[in-house]
């Protein structure tokens, strides 16, 4: 389908499919779109053949947990695990026989993702006393070794705990000088036992650091919403509107009808953002009930062939399939919504700029094999190609 990788600041893409059902040729130049169908091309103009397949903007993973993965190891069998304390403790002691280093399975992990068209993620990595900080400095090295393919952001996550496990929030604050961007939180209630004091700490280090802060909310019910209404009024008094992140957030997913609702618009008032991963049998946060009040909402692969789950490929088209088949999605706008999230909801919860594939757009998209949007998130086939700053950086699921 592709000529080799062009060098050219200026490319056309030749017999691509638009969303709306046209097939087109797309001219890129500098890295950004320039042109559909233009009358005349710059001197130089490379050339690649789409063979009339769809474009779509590449997607984003919001949430996903490179450390942890065993990508490209050998088979990990998983231990029974009852409480979400059973599956931490499970992964440290999984982790302490791995013998491969950190950066190596991230970056294997990332090298999936980016093949399969992941534009950007945001990796949550742990930081504990047990592990230190080998992970956050493995993901940094993983990503800057691959900064032109892919987008990173690093998490500080306290997964053992954050107060309940004492020397955490001391790694917490050092981590943020050597490589993480955004301070992490986990279950203020149900993993520390003090709501107050863990939001305490992660809003201040937030605050004197002046990043973004993104919690991990597995607490459903009363203590769940209780939790969900606490963040939304810290992050207002804090002045941090859009930049706090709820992920998971199984309080919300559970909720239906006028309370659902109110809560939704309570978060779009606070410019809380939320993150689903469609996982197994817990609650699913639906576009269909969220976005319509104004909820910033993105999509994540959570983990990846590790000791929590065998499941996980890191391909976030086929993300955006399983959030459709979760939610019940049947019609073209509900299916359409699904990917919307992942690529533009998460594209705006990382900050990078919209991909919409219109003119001065950033020229990084995916070409597969699908008629329309819908039957792409039905059927999420494997990119033919993977387009990066208009450059063509994997085909057919492989890096180029």
Not at 29 to 56: E, H, K, M, N, Q
Not at 77 to 98: K, Y
Not at 336 to 364: F, I, K, M, N, T
């Amino acid at each position: 389908m592709a000529t080799p990788v062009p060098a050219s600041p200026h490319v056309l893409f030749t017999a691509v499919r638009s969303a709306d059902g046209r097939t087109r040729d797309l001219l890129v130049s500098d890295g950004r779109i320039a042109a559909y169908d233009p009358a005349l091309l710059p001197d130089g103009c490379a050339t690649v053949d789409a063979a009339g397949a769809l474009a779509l903007p590449s997607p984003v993973d919001a949430h996903i947990h490179p450390d942890k993965t065993t990508w490209g190891g050998p088979w990990l069998s998983r231990e029974p695990a009852g409480t979400l304390r059973d599956l931490i403790e499970g992964d440290v002691r999984a982790r302490t026989a791995f013998t491969g280093p950190v950066e190596e399975r991230i970056g294997a992990l990332m090298d999936r993702a980016i093949a399969r068209g992941t534009r950007a993620m945001r990796a949550h990595v742990d930081v504990a006393p047990v592990h230190g900080l080998s992970g956050v400095r493995g993901a940094r090295a993983a990503a800057d070794a691959r900064k032109d393919l892919i987008d990173v952001q690093i998490v500080a996550f306290p997964q053992l705990g954050l107060l309940s496990e004492p020397g955490t929030a001391e790694l917490m604050e050092q981590a943020l000088s050597e490589g993480a961007d955004v301070v992490g939180g986990l279950d203020p209630i149900g993993i520390d036992g003090d709501m107050a004091g863990q939001l305490d700490f992660v809003f201040g280090l937030a605050a004197r650091k002046g990043v973004p802060l993104d919690i991990h909310l597995h607490d459903g019910g009363p203590d769940g919403l209780r939790q969900v209404t606490e963040i939304a009024r810290r992050t207002v008094a804090a002045g941090m509107r859009g930049r706090v992140t709820l992920g998971h957030a199984f309080a919300v997913a559970e909720l239906g009808g006028g309370e659902g609702d109110a809560v939704a618009e309570r978060l779009a008032d606070a410019g809380v953002s939320l993150v689903t991963c469609a996982l197994g049998a817990d609650p699913v946060l639906d576009p269909a009930r969220l976005t319509p009040h104004g909820v910033r909402l993105a999509v994540g692969s959570d983990g990846v062939r590790d000791a929590w789950t065998p499941f996980g490929d890191g391909d976030m088209l086929a993300r955006a399939h399983l959030l459709a088949y979760r939610t019940d999605a049947r019609t073209d706008a509900e299916l359409a919504a699904c990917y919307e999230a992942v690529a533009q909801g998460g594209a705006a919860l990382l900050g990078l700029p919209a991909s919409r594939l219109e003119a001065g757009d950033p020229a990084d998209f995916v070409l597969v094999d699908a008629a329309s949007l819908p039957e792409a998130v039905v059927d999420h086939p494997i990119p033919a190609l993977v387009v990066r700053g208009g450059r063509v950086i994997a085909r057919a699921g492989r890096l180029v």
